[in-house]
């Protein structure tokens, strides 16, 4: 008689064990499938990560060396984009410009002083690369970013388009004033750019007495790359070919951010006394370590249950191929193999595991996401640390060094073709253990001592 037919025989005749391996097989398979299935999940969302936030560098300038400023250009940036393991850059201006609208009042309000028409215009290359937009300090509500080619181009806050009654196309002027450049040349010349976004600030703050205009964040005014050169060059008189904010450098990994900026400080021709290399992965870091810690701790679930499943199961087993002795010696006299009664109660285990396995599949779908997203959240609120309460944000700073921004990962459980395949194996291979570890019982018995064995 084949083995499959002997097993199903055998499952059919002894029901009762049939149902208590059966829902056995079935917990710990659902189980095994949510670990899996979440872990699979949080890998996911890592690789997204990888891809999207990623880490970068910024290069600013120390201004001064040996009295003789040094500024980071255009060679310098096309050198750093040469090496390796760089996906994109944005290149920066940080200028003051007095505009004819109204800006949200702050200390030069209240002092009458001509600066408060003073706002902080930003140059990009790509608005959506600057760090207050990285870090999701600030985000895009409306239109598009700052991109490469544009050319008379801003990006504003929603207060200020608000305040002023403006809409996406309309027109912002702002000119060169004696407060902004003090003794320029072109005193007087004035700007005008079309309003291509609008930006809201993601968790604002109430700003301190001391701020000044230029540094509330309702009157940031991002601008294009060529806008910042060409009022640069104009307000110093200068060369334009140089970024007064400095460059940052996108990697394509974040785990290689450090090697990559070690072997870009490599580079020759370049006095790196002039200038100053920060790294910054605080966003990837932040959205990182609750997906860490996710699947840290779904793997160590998945490996407790399969162990202590499989101790369970062996036990049980034991057990039961005691009272199987007997039968084991009689068909070992009609010439059946231990192999082959070996392969007989792996089959029944296996085929009993399958059933549990495919009703396992279709509850662990409700269940992985409900579970994935609670655990997700709880992981979520223990890594994030609150900022520390200050008197005002420090819009005034560079953002390079600041940490208590990011964007939490996208986390979605959806049970995908590996990580049921990669519990179905777990599975299976706690079954052949299991039912080898219980077989134990019957190979170490001689044939002619089974069949004195009565059940």
């Known amino acids: 008689m084949p083995t499959v037919k002997r097993a199903l025989l055998y499952i059919r005749r002894k ?158 002027l702002a000119s060169i004033t004696e407060d902004a450049a003090p003794g320029s040349g072109a005193l007087g010349t004035e700007y005008g750019f079309e309003i291509a976004g609008i930006f809201g600030e993601t968790n604002a703050k109430q700003a301190g007495v001391m701020t000044a205009e230029c540094d509330l964040p309702a009157n940031f005014i991002f601008i294009d790359e060529e806008s910042g050169r060409e009022i640069a060059a104009a307000m110093s008189g200068g060369d334009g070919d ?35 290399l920060t790294k910054s992965n605080a966003a990837y870091q932040k959205a990182m370590a609750p997906l860490t810690r996710l699947g840290g701790m779904t793997f160590m679930m998945v490996a ?15 057990m039961w191929t005691r009272d199987r002795v ?13 192999s082959g009664i070996f392969f007989q109660h792996l089959a029944e285990c296996t085929l009993i595991f399958l059933i549990a396995f495919a009703a396992a599949w279709g509850v662990s779908v409700p269940v992985s996401e409900r579970v994935g997203g609670m655990l997700y959240r709880s992981t979520l609120t223990e890594v994030r640390e609150e900022p520390a309460e200050r008197e005002h944000e420090p819009w005034d700073m560079e953002p390079a060094g600041l940490d208590e921004a990011g964007k939490a990962a996208e986390f979605t459980v959806r049970p995908s073709a590996e990580a049921v395949a990669a519990a179905c194996a777990v599975g299976i291979s706690l079954v052949v253990v299991s039912e080898g570890l219980g077989f134990l019982v019957i190979l170490r018995k001689r044939p002619k001592d089974l069949l004195t064995i009565m059940e």
């Open 304 to 318: 407790v249950i399969a162990i202590t499943g499989m101790v369970l199961i062996s036990l049980l087993l034991v």
């Open 326 to 338: 007997h039968e084991a010696g009689v068909l070992m006299s009609v010439g059946i193999r231990k």
């Open 242 to 276: 140089r970024y007064h904010a400095g460059a940052s450098f996108f990697v394509n990994d974040p785990k290689e951010l450090d090697a990559i900026a070690a072997d870009v400080l490599q580079l020759p021709g370049i006095d790196w006394d002039s200038y100053e």
């Open 15 to 172: 029901p009762g064990k049939t149902i208590l391996l059966l829902l056995l097989f079935f917990v710990i398979s659902l189980l095994i499938l949510t670990g899996m299935v979440i872990y699979n999940a949080a890998e996911g969302a890592a690789a997204r990560v990888r891809e999207s936030i990623g880490g970068y560098f910024k290069i600013t300038s120390r201004y001064t060396t040996d009295g003789v400023p040094q500024f980071v250009d255009g060679a310098l940036v096309d050198a750093v984009l040469g090496r390796e393991g760089i996906k994109g850059h944005n290149s920066m201006d940080t200028l003051y410009l007095a505009t004819s609208s109204r800006l949200k009042p702050a200390r030069f309000t209240a002092e009458n002083d001509s600066k408060a028409s003073l706002a902080r215009f930003l140059g990009n290359t790509d608005s959506s690369l600057h760090e207050y937009f990285i870090l999701d300090i600030l985000s895009l509500e409306e239109g598009r970013h700052i991109a490469p080619g544009d050319h008379r181009k801003a990006v504003v806050s929603r207060e200020f388009a608000e305040m002023n009654g403006l809409e996406l196309g309309d027109t912002v």
